[in-house]
């Protein structure tokens, strides 16, 4: 490819409606949805940028800084940069959280192996939880909130990795899973070649996934300190999803089995976590002044 390419010839065509959890969906008011979408489409089309197979590191860093010159508004390079820098200034939000993302995304170019889960956690600083983050801002919610918010979004970044991992491996070289923990299971990143996970494979897997599950019980009262109904019911079903998704993942191999919700999945689990919320709002009525 040649040094003129620009980030639109890399993109992968996916939106909003292809993530595995909710973007911006109906529960969400609709005034907050359109600065929302403008930040999922600065943050899908980095990440494509930083993600495409056979763009070079150096053509990537180049565009990834194109991105943040037209975000801080130093230059007018890449269209969803300078619209969501408008939508940002028109809404007097900080473009700090979508700056973060960046920071990830030039790690995902220049960084392949995670040593240990406290680098990985360092990495879900700038990838995941600028994402829930923002979603706070933009409803004026506490940023007293944000330790229950960065570990949902950790937990749905790990569940991402855990997903793709024999993907992430074969076509951009890049291996999420913790180098310490294959080290202790005798294996290497060799082992996400296979076209089934081996056991020792599948006991890094299962225990990354147990990690999750203690995000999420740390995530588990977030929804209830959200102070707009909407965006609380909104992160319920969310945290339902990715207890689900989490809980497979223990039992089975993302190398050869879905781990993917289908269509009938996700009834009964939006069905709970409606109860879920409904019960939560109940008791938080009900409850005494003063307790939390």
Known sequence: MSGTITASELQSGKGHRDENFPVASA??????????????????????????????????????ENFRSSLMGESDRTDQAVTLREILRTRELTPQHAADLLEAFRRDVTVLRYPGWDGLMEYC??????????VLDVHGESSEIWPANDALCAALQI?????????????????????DAMSQAGIGPEALKAPKASPALRRVTADLARRTMLLL?????????????????EVTVI???????????????????RVHHTRLELIPLLMGATVRFLSTRAYAVRKPPGLR
Do not use: W
């Open 27 to 64: 529960l969400i008011q609709p005034r907050h949805r359109p600065v929302i979408l403008a930040f999922y489409r600065f943050s899908r089309a980095a990440d494509d940028v930083a993600d495409h197979p056979t763009a070079s590191p150096t053509e990537k860093l180049r565009l990834l």
């Open 125 to 134: 600083r700038y990838s995941a939880m600028p994402v829930g983050r923002f």
């Open 159 to 179: 569940i991402n990795h855990l997903q793709d991992c024999a993907k992430d491996y074969r076509d951009l070289d890049r291996v999420y899973l913790p180098l």
């Open 217 to 233: 019980e740390t995530a588990r009262p977030f929804a209830s300190r959200i102070r707009d109904r909407r965006l609380a019911l």
């Open 239 to 257: 945290q339902r999803l990715a207890e689900d998704l989490a809980a497979k993942l223990m039992r089975r191999d993302p190398l050869s089995e």
